[in-house]
T-cell receptor, first 115, second 112 residues
Framework: DTGVSQDPRHKITKRGQNVTFRCDPI?????LYWYRQTLGQGPEFLTY????????KSRLLSDRFSAERPKGSFSTLEIQRTEQGDSAMYLC?????????????FGPGTRLTVL | SQQGEEDPQALSIQEGENATMNCSYK?????LQWYRQNSGRGLVHLILIRSNEREKHSGRLRVTLDTSKKSSSLLITASRAADTASYFCALISIQGAQKLVFGQGTRLTINP
């Protein structure tokens, strides 16, 4: 257990529905990252926050995806109008910029299945 | 592409043997990291090697980095059944990006 938690761990939804995932980073970590991992592949970067500011977004993050970190603590990732291609593991990670900015601690992930 | 490419894609060895996994990349890096992922679980950070380092050790792990060849290797000595997992290299580029760029991983199976 790295101290990063994600909820829910599994989500099954029908195509066209909206889903929201939550990530709680390690409490003192000011950077938070979202990645997506499909079966048999390595994780792909989606977006990252430093405190509450969203500093980088991948072009993988279409306009159906939105991420927030309103108070610089937990973060949510919402997918609107889900598609079957959105089925994947969504991973959250956090790091402490001042000490080990590049060592990221990952949560257990949320596995999304879109039917 | 900045992405690391790993070799082999799958490796199966007997318990007690050493396992070597390789990672090649194309960009200039700040550092390169190795992560382990057990089936269906999150990633666990194993080791980070900076661009000015050539070798690092952590327990039974040994990582090398050759920036002239843009390659890294992860050696696990005296493998155990519990080492069965997928291993990923991930790099931080020198262009100031904070994101990790992962390879496709090596699926390691240790046979008892």
């Amino acid at each position: 257990d790295t101290g990063v938690s994600q909820d829910p761990r599994h989500k099954i939804t029908k195509r066209g529905q909206n889903v929201t995932f939550r990530c709680d980073p390690i409490s003192e970590h000011n950077r938070l990252y979202w990645y997506r991992q499909t079966l048999g592949q390595g994780p792909e970067f989606l977006t990252y926050f430093q405190n509450e500011a969203q500093l980088e977004k991948s072009r993988l993050l279409s306009d159906r995806f939105s991420a927030e970190r309103p108070k610089g603590s937990f973060s949510t990732l919402e997918i609107q109008r889900t598609e079957q291609g959105d089925s994947a593991m969504y991973l959250c990670a956090s790091s402490l910029a001042q000490i080990h900015p590049h060592e990221q601690f990952f949560g257990p992930g949320t596995r999304l299945t879109v039917l | 592409s900045q992405q690391g490419e790993e070799d082999p894609q799958a490796l199966s060895i007997q318990e007690g043997e050493n396992a070597t996994m390789n990672c090649s990349y194309k960009t200039s890096i700040n550092n390169l990291q190795w992560y382990r992922q057990n089936s269906g679980r999150g990633l666990v950070h194993l080791i980070l090697i900076r661009s000015n380092e050539r070798e690092k050790h952590s327990g039974r792990l040994r990582v090398t980095l050759d920036t002239s060849k843009k390659s890294s290797s992860l050696l696990i000595t005296a493998s155990r059944a519990a080492d069965t997992a997928s291993y990923f290299c991930a790099l931080i580029s020198i262009q100031g990006a904070q994101k990790l760029v992962f390879g496709q991983g090596t699926r390691l199976t240790i046979n008892p």
